[in-house]
């Protein structure tokens, strides 16, 4: 029986033109025009392509120091064949040579930082260069330090100097955990050499893109137009959802198709679940339709999908809830006041204040944290930490503000429910 | 068989019903007659367990549906004035709609739907949707969503408001059928015809009250002391109006449109004496009949009015 109902208000739903109209096409040609003309004003500084520029500047070479590392190994007593054989295993193990053709030039950290050879005299000018998010710089002597720390146990680290640009944090970030990784790699090598492992491997073997796809997922990124008001016409498109359902219900009452359904025994409990189901299953469709349009049309990579998934469950649910909650008011008032009030102005409101037509917050902070509780804020405030690369624990407290509302909703629902004749 | 004993309904302080007892036993058809706001509406709601009455109960095979309506619900069908359909689904997926909810499926759901389809005469239209049916059409499937669980009772409320005359024919035979097949019906209608050619017993209503009730027979009886006389004539003038009051002053005169309807007491022979007046007045009478009592004069003879007043 429940089936029945939930697949009579589907048909009732997709059979008419005004709710597809509203729930589906206003969203889509919204999200269209506003993404579009307001790219200009709020993509400013944005970056969506992450790809951090490294200048390495190398002052060192072999064979500038190839003399003095030879004198070196040979006043530690080793000469001869032993001392050719050292020279070669580190010339395999030389850091620098494997930074620039092993770890760099792979494919795989390749995606994340395009990679330039410049003079060391450069330097102030490229320090004053906005587009350069890091620059390596590998002092003359580095090669010799590394021999005698690694591989003799000098206590002599070998330096380099790390410039990181302040202009885009993430994209330095990406460069520091590189070099990060690299430069541990080398510094560790004499106790991996003594472990039977080889420098070269473990400076290779280090987790590079992984460190990078965490950086990103640490950092936010930012929001472009695209996104923003993709999220904002989707929480506030949804909010019509219980209008058309509770309207239908209406119909149904004046119609007398209602009487028909409580003398086949439908009980009140079960017609208040079938608009619930049905406002879920719903929301979760439009929802689903206005994400998939922003990823194929606009090209809105959305990240964070177990995030994105509990985030439009929740908000499906609430939608659903509500759907339940006008559905009684229309039932008890026997008209479609409730509906109307709620269509024509609890929805502007809660958009307004739940910034799907502007960042709120830039008005008034306590707006936006009045607009955080309305349940289409909350969604959005949540989708969007998401999609800044926040973690999944900061969406909770917004999930939270769902669910009291989810509750509220359900509650009313069953208390105002018109009893026997009600609605006849 | 069900009972309505001293049922009441008031609307905040406005009583709408007032003290009605009713009875339909097994295989019965009643008629419920009564003018538009006479509270029939009111009164079919109760009976079937869709408004608690203010005061007074209402039994189904003797158990009492104000306490336990599912007692009723199941196994009543009925037919509601609105059309009480989905215009966006088609006429097979309404009845599909309707006899799933009423727990039917598989194979007995089709042949079921089909059944009505072709009882209703709709089965050429059953995958249009019902949006795009005619008044009468959608009436015959308002009809139709009530008899697919097979009822043992069937409560119709004014079915044929509104459509042309061959669908109301169409619907008339249909249920003339339903009776014949040994259904329980209520019917309601202020078309008097409409209750006489289907009903065994009758209930009139006005204003919330239940003013007369019994077999046509029996009800007719109560204007079996007047008679009728239709008169058609050319040059009807107020003049040979107010002779005829003047020489019958037991008489009501009144015109309806060309035809002047005179009520008096049977026991008057009065044609030749309004050949006569018509003769003095210059009237040419062209037909006088004298009519047998209807539910029509019934109710004007009760009521002072005219049922569709």
Redesign the interface.
Known sequence: ?LL??I??QM??LL??KQPLIILLVMPLVLITILSTALAGVMDNGGESAIQARLVILDESNWEQEEESIKSFIEEQGVSGSALDALLTQVKMNDPIHILENSILASKEVGKYISVEKKKATDLNNLRKDKNIDGILMIPSNFRLNYIKSAYFGVNQTPDIDVFLSQENEIRASIIQSVIQEWQNGFTKSLVFSKAGISPNEIMQNTENVKKIEQELQERERKIPASIYYTVGMLVMFALYIPTFLSGFALQEV????Y????????SSTLYTVSIFITGTIVAVMQQAIILIFGKLVLGIDWIGAEGMLVIVLGYSFFIGGLSSLLTTLQLRTKSEGAANIFSGFVVSIFAFLGGSFFNIGDVSSLLANIGNFTPNGATMTAILSIQKGQQLEVIWSYISALFVWFILCVLLSIVLFPK??GT? | MLQAINLQKKFKTKEVVCNINMQLEKGESVGLLGPNGAGKSTTISMLSSLVMPTSGEVFWNKVSINKNPEALRKTLGIVPQEIALYPELTAKENLAFFGRIYGLKGRLLIERTEEILLKIGLSDRKNDIVKTFSGGMKRRLNIGAALLHKPSILIMDEPTVGIDPQSRAYILDTVKQLVEEGMTLLYTSHYMEEVELLCDKIYIMDQGEIIAYGTKEELKLLVSDNQTIELKAHLLSSAFEEALQKQFPMASVRKEEDILLISMPKKEEPLATIFAIAADNAVTITSAIVKIPSLEDVFLHLTGRALRD
Do not use: P, T
Not at chain 1, 254 to 257: N, P, S
Not at chain 1, 259 to 266: C, M, N, S, Y
């Open positions: 029986m029945s109902l697949g009579k048909k009732m059979r008419n004046q119609w007398k198709v009487d028909r359904l409580i003398l086949a025994g439908v026997r004749g006849s």
